[in-house]
T-cell receptor
Framework: KNEVEQSPQNLTAQEGEFITINCSYS?????LHWLQQHPGGGIVSLFMLSSGKKKHGRLIATINIQEKHSSLHITASHPRDSAVYIC???????????FGPGTSLSVIP | EPEVTQTPSHQVTQMGQEVILRCVPI?????FYWYRQILGQKVEFLVS????????KSEIFDDQFSVERPDGSNFTLKIRSTKLEDSAMYFCASGGTGETQYFGPGTRLLVL
């Protein structure tokens, strides 16, 4: 069983829509990451969370440690948000990152 | 903003050849990692490195792979005799005390 699951696998949205991507994990963690991967392949770190909620611009990430669940929200989506969004976890501070399968987002003008 | 850099960005090699992928981690970081992503699949952990030795490796990281930090700034991944299935994007990452891991832009390796 995969330690990190994401839903949906693929998502198409109209520009301006509110988007939610979900992540669930099955292990105890010290941190959860949300990452963005564009078609060129590079990975950009969006958030690292250990509790609560973080906001950066139009992106909001939340985590519920008890339920082992996190969500990434994008408000007022834009075509430039089109990318693969990856949830990943670390069991301890300096441990390897365990990646989820990613959610492919396409925002249509 | 500090960043992890990787060279080359793309490499094409013949099966059986040796390749060395290079990474320059963030300067005050102490923990170093290599990951790979086969096209269409999720990112997988290869190896972590701390205090000049491997701290953890995955089952993918067999005897064909090695890592070293030759000069205190570069962090390299060597594949001794490449196979077709080594074709992938290879990411380096580094981490400091209490910090998130920072990822490099990746090296796309194609083995023919």
């Amino acid at each position: 069983k995969n330690e990190v699951e994401q839903s949906p696998q693929n998502l198409t949205a109209q520009e301006g829509e509110f988007i939610t991507i979900n992540c669930s994990y099955s292990v105890g963690i010290s941190a959860l990451h949300w990452l963005q991967q564009h078609p060129g392949g590079g990975i950009v770190s969006l958030f690292m969370l250990s509790s609560g909620k973080k906001k950066h611009g139009r992106l909001i990430a939340t985590i519920n440690i008890q339920e082992k669940h996190s969500s990434l929200h994008i408000t007022a989506s834009h075509p430039r948000d089109s990318a693969v969004y990856i949830c990943a976890v670390q069991k301890t501070s300096y441990d390897k990152v365990i990646f989820g399968p990613g959610t492919s987002l396409s925002v249509i003008p | 903003e500090p960043e992890v850099t990787q060279t080359p960005s793309h490499q094409v090699t013949q099966m059986g050849q040796e390749v060395i992928l290079r990474c320059v981690p963030i300067s005050n970081h102490l923990y170093f990692y290599w990951y790979r992503q086969i096209l269409g699949q999720k990112v997988e952990f290869l190896v972590s490195f701390y205090n000049n030795e491997i701290s953890e490796k995955s089952e993918i990281f067999d005897d064909q792979f090695s890592v070293e930090r030759p000069d205190g700034s570069n962090f390299t991944l060597k594949i001794r005799s490449t196979k077709l299935e080594d074709s992938a994007m290879y990411f380096c990452a580094s981490g400091g005390t209490g910090e998130t891991q920072y990822f490099g832009p990746g090296t796309r390796l194609l083995v023919l």
